[in-house]
């Protein structure tokens, strides 16, 4: 299982053919895949960075291992639904396969859309800072994003439309193509640096989570119109990842927009306080009123003269 890339333009490697092989390990009858590898390194590193970068964002490793442990396999579940549900007419026909995930199909805004949706119920529950922490996770998803895209180098896909540009990408000896994945990659890692040190001064909660929504659906919204494999919209023409990532970043950069000439921010999180103790009666006596202190002394000494 094996893919020969090239690029028969792009000087000093024009004339080197790559041979690609997919399968990192065999075990007799059992292999593991790069793709799988890739993904796994990038969740990884991305886990690292996003728990040494955790307190100041207002929480700790600890409290993150406890996320992860709850959003990662939600999400691969999220990335699955969405590929399925886009590509219904073949799974309907052939519901043996929607549960065959490592024969491919999955979906990244399926995974960002159940990511989020996990965090903010993980959030809700422990009573955590939602945004604080949707600003961290997205540092760590652009980390995973733009390591991952080089699977897709691996399995020779997510690439785009046919191209006369130097660096025109040929598989297995086809026409040189746009190398869509690597687009997206470079785009990601460009994203990551400029928000990583962008987050050291974030002016509101919820800041870096808008600048990545943002960001990513600007450059996939271009991208994906080069692509050869996008899920459509019904029979139509249109691309639902490009209309996604379009009307995402638009709606982000106008939430951005108005924060910033409003100054009207998102206000600061407050943890939930403790519910009141209940009211306990104390067995000390009350303290008495000075008009109580006199009844008490005339009636004693009414008892005296009696």
Same mark, same amino acid.
């Given at each position: %299982?094996?893919?020969?890339?090239?690029?028969?333009?792009?000087?000093?490697?024009?004339?080197?053919?790559?041979?690609?092989?997919?399968?990192?390990?065999?075990?007799?009858?059992?292999?593991?895949?790069?793709?799988?590898?890739?993904?796994?390194?990038?969740?990884?590193?991305?886990?690292?960075?996003? %728990?040494?970068?955790?307190?100041? &964002?207002?929480?700790?490793?600890?409290?993150?291992?406890?996320?992860?442990?709850?959003?990662?396999?939600?999400?691969?579940?999220?990335?699955?639904?969405?590929?399925?549900?886009?590509?219904?007419?073949?799974?309907?026909?052939?519901?043996?396969?929607?549960? *065959?995930?490592?024969?491919?199909?999955?979906?990244?805004?399926?995974?960002?859309?159940?990511?989020?949706?996990?965090?903010?119920?993980?959030?809700?529950? *422990?009573?955590?800072?939602?945004?604080? %922490?949707?600003?961290?996770?997205?540092?760590?998803?652009?980390?995973?994003?733009?390591?991952?895209?080089?699977?897709? &180098?691996i399995n020779a896909e997510a690439?785009?439309?046919?191209?006369?540009?130097?660096?025109? %990408?040929?598989?297995?000896?086809?026409?040189?193509?746009?190398?869509? &994945?690597?687009?997206?990659?470079?785009?990601?890692?460009?994203?990551?640096?400029?928000?990583?040190?962008?987050?050291?001064?974030?002016?509101?909660r919820g800041e870096i989570f808008?600048?990545?929504?943002?960001?990513?659906?600007?450059?996939?919204?271009?991208?994906?119109?080069?692509?050869?494999?996008?899920?459509?919209?019904?029979?139509?023409?249109? *691309?639902?990842?490009?209309?996604?990532?379009?009307?995402?970043?638009?709606? =982000?950069?106008?939430?951005?927009?108005y924060f910033h000439v409003s100054?009207?921010?998102?206000?600061? &999180? =407050?943890?939930?306080?403790?519910?009141?103790?209940?009211?306990?009666?104390?067995?000390?006596?009350?303290?008495?009123?000075?008009?109580?202190?006199?009844?008490?002394?005339?009636?004693?000494?009414?008892?005296?003269?009696?």
């Amino acid at each position: %299982m094996s893919n020969s890339i090239s690029f028969p333009k792009l000087p000093f490697i024009y004339d080197k053919v790559f041979e690609i092989d997919r399968i990192a390990l065999s075990f007799g009858s059992f292999s593991i895949k790069w793709y799988g590898v890739i993904l796994a390194l990038s969740f990884v590193i991305a886990a690292i960075y996003i %728990m040494r970068r955790s307190r100041s &964002f207002g929480t700790n490793p600890d409290t993150l291992v406890d996320m992860l442990l709850w959003t990662l396999p939600i999400s691969v579940i999220g990335a699955r639904i969405y590929f399925v549900v886009h590509k219904w007419d073949y799974y309907s026909a052939n519901p043996g396969e929607i549960y *065959r995930i490592w024969n491919g199909g999955i979906a990244i805004y399926g995974a960002v859309i159940a990511g989020v949706v996990t965090i903010w119920l993980f959030c809700r529950r *422990r009573r955590l800072d939602i945004l604080s %922490m949707l600003d961290l996770c997205v540092l760590g998803l652009l980390i995973g994003q733009f390591i991952g895209r080089w699977a897709n &180098f691996i399995n020779a896909e997510a690439y785009g439309t046919v191209t006369g540009l130097p660096w025109g %990408m040929s598989i297995n000896g086809g026409e040189p193509v746009h190398p869509t &994945f690597f687009y997206e990659s470079f785009w990601n890692f460009i994203g990551f640096i400029a928000l990583h040190f962008y987050s050291k001064r974030r002016r509101f909660r919820g800041e870096i989570f808008l600048l990545y929504i943002a960001w990513y659906g600007l450059g996939r919204a271009f991208i994906e119109g080069l692509r050869t494999d996008s899920l459509y919209i019904g029979s139509t023409d249109i *691309r639902v990842s490009q209309v996604l990532a379009a009307i995402s970043c638009v709606c =982000a950069a106008g939430l951005l927009v108005y924060f910033h000439v409003s100054k009207k921010y998102p206000r600061e &999180f =407050a943890p939930a306080e403790a519910a009141p103790a209940e009211t306990v009666e104390s067995e000390a006596p009350a303290e008495e009123t000075p008009a109580e202190e006199s009844d008490k002394e005339a009636e004693a000494d009414d008892s005296d003269n009696n």
